[in-house]
């Protein structure tokens, strides 16, 4: 129902869908964390839409940054993207 000023009550969308947008995840480095973070993420995405994946070491070698380019198909799907590496103890920050 619109309000007074015209606005139904939703935050206007940001994205048009479908879109590439790059998912962030940042963890303590280890052998298991680039896995981890493609597992999560790859429950939500068909293998196809998974566009391409890189790395990067803090300066001082204790953290990882990885960066998944992913075909985002809705706003439900990044949000449970993010809602599942959020639930991660594995995973400090998802961006």
Request: proline share 4%; glycine share 6%.
């Amino acid at each position: 129902m619109a309000t007074a000023n015209g606005h139904d009550g939703k935050a206007p969308e940001l994205l048009t869908f479908p879109c590439t947008i790059d998912i962030k995840a940042v963890g303590k480095r280890s052998a298991r964390f680039e896995a981890l973070v493609h597992e999560i993420v790859s429950r939500h995405i068909a293998p196809q839409d998974l566009l391409s994946a890189t790395h990067r070491e803090s300066r001082g070698g204790n953290y990882i940054a990885i960066t998944l380019t992913i075909r985002a198909l809705g706003r439900a799907q990044l949000d449970a993207i993010y809602e599942a590496l959020s639930a991660s103890p594995e995973v400090l920050m998802a961006l």
